[in-house]
C-alpha cells in the first residue's frame, strides 16, 4: 500500500488595531416606495430602460 503525504493546516492570527475611522453613515435596506414608477422614471432613459452610474 501506498503511503500519503499529507500538508498539516496551519492557522495564523494577527491582532491589530485599526487607524482609520469609518464615515458615519448607514446603508438602509430599501424600501417599497423606493421601487415605485415615480422614484424610478428619473433614472429612464428615452427607450425606457433604467441607467445608472
Not at 499529507?6 to 469609518?22: D, G, R
Not at 421601487?35 to 433614472?43: K, Q
Amino acid at each position: 500500500m501506498k503511503k500519503k503525504e499529507y500538508i498539516k493546516p496551519e492557522l495564523n492570527v494577527y491582532q491589530m488595531e485599526t487607524i482609520s475611522i469609518l464615515a458615519g453613515s448607514e446603508i438602509m435596506k430599501a424600501k417599497e416606495e423606493d421601487y415605485s414608477e415615480e422614484s424610478v422614471s428619473d433614472y429612464r432613459d428615452a427607450s425606457g430602460s433604467i441607467w445608472a452610474d
